[in-house]
């Protein structure tokens, strides 16, 4: 179901040429997308996170470069994770 409809989008984002980053908020849910892992280890969120917090993101590293050029975020788990987490991915 959900996992087979983020692949396909996935795979036509890569067909498209586009950069696509699959997260997921679990460990599983993250082996089973194409490229996935968890949200916490792809945005470097940390786990001690308030309300204002930012993501370990250093401004010139691989990471901001990539998230620089992405064109989607598939993040498999939102509705069950804290607005703070997510609202702190869209900060960094």
């Given amino acids: 179901g959900k996992t087979f409809v983020f692949n396909a989008i996935l795979k036509m984002a890569q067909g498209m040429r586009l950069v696509a980053l699959p997260a997921a908020s679990s460990g599983i849910a993250g082996i089973l997308m194409e490229g996935g892992a968890t949200a916490h280890s792809r945005f470097k969120i940390p786990i001690d996170l308030g309300a204002e917090g930012f993501c370990s993101i250093?401004?010139?590293?691989?990471?901001?470069?990539?998230?620089?050029?992405?064109?989607?975020?598939?993040?498999?788990?939102?509705?069950?994770?804290?607005?703070?987490?997510i609202e702190a991915v869209d900060r960094s």
Avoid at 58 to 85: C, E, F, Q, Y
């Fill in 58 to 85: 250093g401004g010139r590293s691989a990471l901001a470069n990539v998230l620089r050029k992405t064109s989607m975020l598939i993040w498999d788990g939102t509705p069950m994770t804290h607005k703070h987490t």
